[in-house]
């Protein structure tokens, strides 16, 4: 009996010891498969925190207006007979444009011409007689009248007729024409646009908290997306007097420099006026931080951890230790001012530290991170619009 019992008593020792052995092996493998597929590193891009030299400007997008721009035309109908100009071609002042059918009016005008000279022969016939009394004063001051009126109707069809040639009021270029000889204008007909462009009127608002920095005379500098990288220097010429009551916005007046025509009248171009002395901040791409309702924050990158006493670091692929990795760390900073692409940081990041530019949805505190920089996000303190 008490033999039976023993070997009972021992069969329960080995297999609570076979139970105990085997939930410690167990526990081990698992630990080691952990560690063999511990989670993959996330790859990121990343840049340096660094200083620049910011020039404070105030920017506004403006509509390019001709200094002079109109649309020639005729205050009198007409059949054309001769057209002077080519599309494109520059006009100076008083040059003839278009003449149009006169013979009428001219043989009318040649009349009228006749009639006030006969009118002047009879004035100086009478005035004659009145100084030696042979006719009356009335006589005198009806001749004298009716000269008066020959002349005047003589000088009412002389512009009749100059109004048949038409002439470009200003220096400008001329736009493009469909007029043609033989062609019949009425009053108020367009021939052809002709606008001055050199140099050119810039258009613009800003906000009236702006106005303080605004003066009569103060430089700006132009860009335009039909022209790339191409600035074009100017000065304001005129502030208006009155604000919008809807918008709370002012309007400005700037001249810009056209000399070589690529501003045109209707274009419309980004106008930055440099204001204030230039400020040294610490800049970040826009892309690297991240808005949260508690605060903006950014992932920094730091040295991998030191593995813990009888920790091995994960292994590689291949099965062998793998090198260290840099794991990424979640701070709160204090943003300022944008610029293009670019934010000012106030506060809580040092120059020089290496922060996270995109990827940052996949990541938390020390998540393993592999810095691939072959595509980097949008840095441009003046970025420009992309055409695809």
Do not use: C
């Amino acid at each position: 009996m008490k033999k039976r019992m023993a070997i009972m008593l021992l069969g329960v020792g080995l297999l609570l010891a076979a139970l105990v052995g085997f939930n410690l092996f167990k526990a081990y493998m698992f630990k080691k498969f952990m560690a063999g597929n511990a989670a993959p590193p996330a790859t990121v891009s990343a840049t340096r925190a660094s200083y620049q030299v910011w020039q404070p400007q105030l920017s506004a997008v403006g509509s390019l207006r001709a200094v002079r721009g109109v649309d020639v035309t005729t205050e009198i109908a007409g059949l054309v007979r001769q057209v002077h100009f080519t599309s494109g071609a520059q006009a100076r002042a008083g040059q003839v444009l278009v003449q149009l059918n006169a013979d009428a009016d001219v043989a009318q005008l040649q009349a009228l011409q006749a009639a006030a000279e006969l009118a002047q022969t009879v004035y100086d016939r009478d005035k004659a007689q009145y100084d030696i009394k042979v006719i009356a004063k009335a006589t005198l001051d009806a001749d004298a009248a009716d000269l008066k009126s020959k002349r005047a109707q003589v000088a009412q069809q002389t512009a009749t007729v100059a109004k048949k040639t038409i002439r470009a009021p200003f220096d400008g270029k001329l736009g493009i024409t469909t007029l043609n000889p033989g062609q019949y204008l009425n009053p108020g007909d367009a021939i052809v646009t002709l606008q001055a462009i050199d140099p050119i009127y810039a258009d613009f608002t800003l906000p009236q908290q702006d106005i303080g920095q605004l003066a009569v005379g103060q430089a700006v500098r132009a860009e335009s997306n039909a022209w790339p990288g191409l600035p074009f220097p100017g000065r304001i010429t005129s502030i208006n007097p009155k604000v919008d009551t809807a918008t709370r916005n002012v309007q400005v007046e700037a001249l810009l420099d056209n000399h070589d025509g690529r501003l045109l009248p209707g274009m419309y171009a980004t106008v930055r006026i440099d204001v204030g002395t230039p400020q040294r901040r610490l800049t970040l791409p826009q892309t690297a931080i991240t808005y949260n309702p508690y605060g903006a924050t950014i992932f920094v990158v730091q040295p991998a951890p030191a593995p813990r006493p009888g920790e091995a670091p994960p292994p590689a692929p291949g099965g062998k230790p793998a090198a260290p990795m840099p794991v990424a760390q979640q701070v709160f900073v204090t943003v300022g001012p944008t610029r293009g692409d670019q934010v000012a940081i106030e506060k809580g990041v040092a120059e020089g530290t290496q922060v996270v530019t995109s990827g940052q949805l996949k990541l938390k505190n020390g998540t393993r991170l592999v810095i691939d920089n072959s595509v980097r996000p949008a840095d441009a303190p003046n970025p420009a619009p992309q055409e695809q």
